[in-house]
């Protein structure tokens, strides 16, 4: 349960890292594009706007990470006697916690980290 936990850390600490980008950098946010709708920079309801897709996508799989973690707690909470009658969900919620932070923080690394240029301030 103790990987869970440190799962469960590194996404808080993620969530905190895409917050700290969001603020630092509203204007400048390099776009996704929607592949099957051409270029979809830009809101519906402020035309311009660029969104921070990579980092508000990677938020929420930290989040899904948290609840994760919450899940896992449940089931080690259901181990009488050690005989860990929910390891299957332990098991596959940890896989899943793993390749969610894996694949969130590539994301984060390539369409907003990597693709960010620094603003002079004078």
Do not use: Y
Not at 12 to 19: H, V
Not at 59 to 65: I, L, P, T
């Amino acid at each position: 349960m103790r990987l869970s936990g440190e799962l469960r850390t590194l996404a808080t600490s993620m969530i905190k890292i895409c917050e700290d980008l969001r603020w630092m950098n509203p204007d400048h946010w390099p776009a996704l594009r929607n592949q099957s709708a051409g270029d979809a920079t830009g809101s519906s309801i402020m035309p311009g706007k660029v969104n921070p897709v990579g980092a508000e996508a990677c938020e929420m799989a930290c989040a899904q990470v948290i609840g994760l973690d919450a899940a896992i707690a449940a089931g080690a909470q259901r181990s009488p006697f050690q005989l860990n009658i929910m390891l299957p969900l332990i098991a596959l919620d940890l896989l899943q916690a793993i390749e969610l932070l894996a694949n969130a923080t590539d994301l984060l690394r390539t369409s907003t980290i990597e693709t960010m240029v620094p603003v002079r301030a004078d």
